[in-house]
C-alpha cells in the first residue's frame, strides 16, 4: 500500500521554487510540447467546467511526461470578478502523482504556482521576442499576477521604467506599496503603454484593456488574462497588426477570445521558437497570447516535490 501523499502548502512552496530555477525546466517543457512527441507529452486542452451560479469555471489540467516519470493535474478556479470584490480571482491546486500505480504522492497549493509560472512564461516569451534594448514596461492590472510579472520580470531583465496602471486607485496604491523596487503609477491604460517595449496584460478584463494604436511597433505584449472565447484583452487591430504567438495553437484556438473573435492567425507557439523550428519576429510588434499550460504545472510541482524530498532526507 502506497504512502499518504504529502501537502506542501503556499509557505512551503514558495521556499521550494524560484523563477531562476524554473525558466530552463519550463523552457525544455514548452520546447517538448510544442514537439507533439506523446512520450515526452501529453497534454489535452483544459475542460472547463462552467461555475454558472458563481459567475466562474473549474479548470481541469492533467498532463503525462512519460519519459519524465511526471502525471499531475492542477484544479483551477477562475471567476470573473465584479469591481471592489475582495475575492480571490484564482485559486489552484496541484495534484502529483506515481504514474505507474497511479496512487496520489502530493497534493500542492497551486497558487504560487500558477503565478511564479505564469510569469516566468512570459519571461520567456519576452526574452525571445522583445525588441533588443528594451527600455521600458509597463503592466496593466495590479492583482497577483501583476505582482508575479512585476518580480519576476524585474529580476530578469534591465529596465529604465517601470510603469503600471489600475482600474482603480486603490488598486495602483496596494501594488506600489507591495513591491519593493520602483514603479510609476499611470492614470490611464494608453499613458502606461505609449512608448513601451514590453506590455503585460493581466487583468480580469473581458473587454479590450490595450489598443493597438497605442502600442509602439516592434513592442512586445504577453497576454495573460482572457482566457474565456468570449474575453478580451486586446483589440482587433492590435491581434491583426501583430504576429501573434501562443503556448499552445489548439488551446487559443478554443480559448482565446482575442484570438477567435479577432480572427488573427497564431503564427507560432513559444516552444516552436525556443525549438528553432519557428523565428521569433523581434523587429515586429508581437503579441505573446498565454493562456496557461498543464505542462507548465507539472514541471513546476515536480520541482517542489523533488526539493521537499530532498529538504526532509526522503529517498
Ligand atoms: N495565462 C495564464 O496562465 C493565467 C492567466 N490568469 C488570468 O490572469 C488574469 C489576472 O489574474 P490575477 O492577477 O490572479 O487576478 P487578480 O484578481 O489578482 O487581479 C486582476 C486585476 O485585473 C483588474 N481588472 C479586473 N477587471 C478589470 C477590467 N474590467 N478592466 C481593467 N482591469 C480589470 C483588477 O482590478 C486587478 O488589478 C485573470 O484574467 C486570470 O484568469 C491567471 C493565471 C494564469
Ligand atoms: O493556467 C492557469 O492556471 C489559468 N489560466 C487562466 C486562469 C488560470
Not at 54 to 67: A, C, D, N, Q, R
Not at 80 to 104: F, H, I, W
Not at 190 to 216: M, N, Y
Not at 273 to 297: P, Q
Request: aromatic letters at 8%.
Amino acid at each position: 500500500m502506497a504512502a499518504p501523499p504529502v501537502v506542501i502548502w503556499e509557505r512551503e512552496v514558495q521556499q521550494l521554487l524560484s523563477p531562476a530555477d524554473l525558466i530552463p525546466r519550463l523552457e525544455d517543457a514548452l520546447g517538448k510540447f510544442s514537439r507533439r512527441d506523446a512520450a515526452e507529452v501529453l497534454q489535452p486542452v483544459r475542460t472547463a467546467v462552467p461555475l454558472q451560479k458563481h459567475g466562474g469555471f473549474m479548470g481541469l489540467m492533467p498532463t503525462y511526461m512519460e519519459k519524465d516519470g511526471v502525471l499531475s493535474t492542477k484544479f483551477v478556479c477562475f471567476y470573473k470578478r465584479e469591481e471592489g470584490s475582495t475575492l480571490p480571482a484564482v485559486q489552484a491546486t496541484v495534484v502529483l502523482l506515481d504514474p505507474e500505480y497511479g496512487n496520489v504522492k502530493a497534493v500542492m497549493d497551486g497558487e504560487v504556482i500558477t503565478a511564479m509560472r505564469t510569469a516566468a512564461v512570459s519571461a520567456i516569451s519576452a526574452k525571445l521576442l522583445m525588441p533588443p534594448q528594451a527600455e521600458v514596461l509597463a503592466i496593466l492590472g495590479t492583482g497577483k499576477q501583476a505582482l508575479s510579472h512585476y518580480r519576476v520580470f524585474t529580476e530578469m531583465f534591465l529596465f529604465k521604467e517601470v510603469r503600471v496602471w489600475s482600474r482603480t486607485k486603490q488598486g495602483a496604491a496596494r501594488f506600489i506599496r507591495s513591491i519593493d523596487g520602483p514603479v510609476q503609477g499611470c492614470s490611464s491604460a494608453e499613458e502606461a503603454v505609449r512608448g513601451a517595449d514590453v506590455i503585460v496584460t493581466v487583468t480580469g478584463s473581458t473587454q479590450p484593456v490595450l489598443f493597438g494604436q497605442w502600442v509602439k511597433a516592434g513592442a512586445h505584449v504577453a497576454a495573460v488574462g482572457a482566457c474565456r472565447p468570449d474575453w478580451r484583452e486586446l483589440d482587433d487591430v492590435l491581434m491583426k497588426e501583430a504576429v501573434v504567438y501562443a503556448d499552445s495553437r489548439e488551446g487559443a484556438m478554443l480559448e482565446s477570445g482575442d484570438v477567435i473573435l479577432s480572427g488573427a492567425e497564431v503564427f507560432a507557439e513559444l516552444g516552436d521558437v525556443i525549438n528553432g523550428t519557428k523565428a521569433a519576429h523581434r523587429e515586429k510588434t508581437t503579441v505573446f497570447k498565454s493562456l496557461g499550460m498543464g505542462v507548465e504545472d507539472a514541471v513546476s510541482a515536480q520541482l517542489v516535490f523533488d526539493r521537499w524530498k530532498a529538504k526532509a532526507g526522503k529517498f
